[in-house]
C-alpha cells in the first residue's frame, strides 16, 4: 500500500516571491488567508477547460510569472486598498488571460521543482 501524497493544492507556506508570499506580504494577510486565495487560484486554473495539470499549475504560481500573475492582481487593488474581498473574482478574471494561460503551458507539467517541499513526495 502507498502512502497518500499530500494534495498539490497545499499551500508552500515557505514561498516568499511567488503568488503565495507575494500577495501574503503585500496585504499582510494571514496564513489562513493566503492559504484560501492559494486555493482559489489552484481551482480555477485547474478548473481551465484547457485543463493544466496541478503540477504545471503549482510550478507556475511558485515561479516568477506567479509574482507576476499576483502582482497584476495587486495594482487591480492598488486605488482601492480595502477591496481583499474582490481577489476571488480578479483571480478568475486574470487565470482566464492568454498570458496567464502561456505562462502555466510553459511550465513543467510532470515534475514540480526541486525546492518544492512536495517535490520528494511528487518527484520520482
Known amino acids: 500500500m502507498t502512502a497518500q501524497k499530500t494534495p498539490l ?5 515557505n514561498d516568499k ?5 507575494t500577495l501574503k506580504y503585500a496585504l499582510e494577510l494571514s496564513e489562513a ?4 486565495l492559494w486555493k482559489c487560484a489552484m481551482d480555477h486554473f485547474t478548473g481551465e477547460k484547457w485543463l493544466p495539470t496541478e ?8 515561479s516568477p510569472s506567479g509574482r507576476h500573475f499576483a502582482d497584476n492582481l495587486l495594482d487591480c487593488l492598488w486605488p482601492r ?5 474582490e481577489l ?9 488571460s492568454i498570458w496567464a494561460i502561456s505562462a502555466v503551458l510553459r511550465q513543467p507539467a510532470d515534475e514540480l521543482f526541486g ?3 512536495l517535490a520528494p ?3 520520482a
Not at 493544492?9 to 507556506?13: C, L, N, S
Not at 516571491?17 to 508570499?21: D, E, I, K, S
Not at 486598498?81 to 474581498?85: C, H, L, P
Not at 476571488?88 to 482566464?96: E, G, M, Q, T, V
Open 17 to 21: 516571491l511567488g503568488f503565495y508570499g
Open 9 to 13: 493544492t497545499t499551500p508552500p507556506t
Open 81 to 85: 486598498a480595502t477591496a481583499r474581498q
Open 55 to 62: 503540477i504545471a499549475v503549482r510550478n507556475f504560481l511558485r
Open 115 to 117: 525546492d518544492d517541499p
Open 88 to 96: 476571488p473574482s480578479l483571480i478568475a478574471r486574470n487565470a482566464r
Open 121 to 123: 513526495e511528487y518527484n
Open 33 to 36: 488567508e493566503s492559504a484560501e
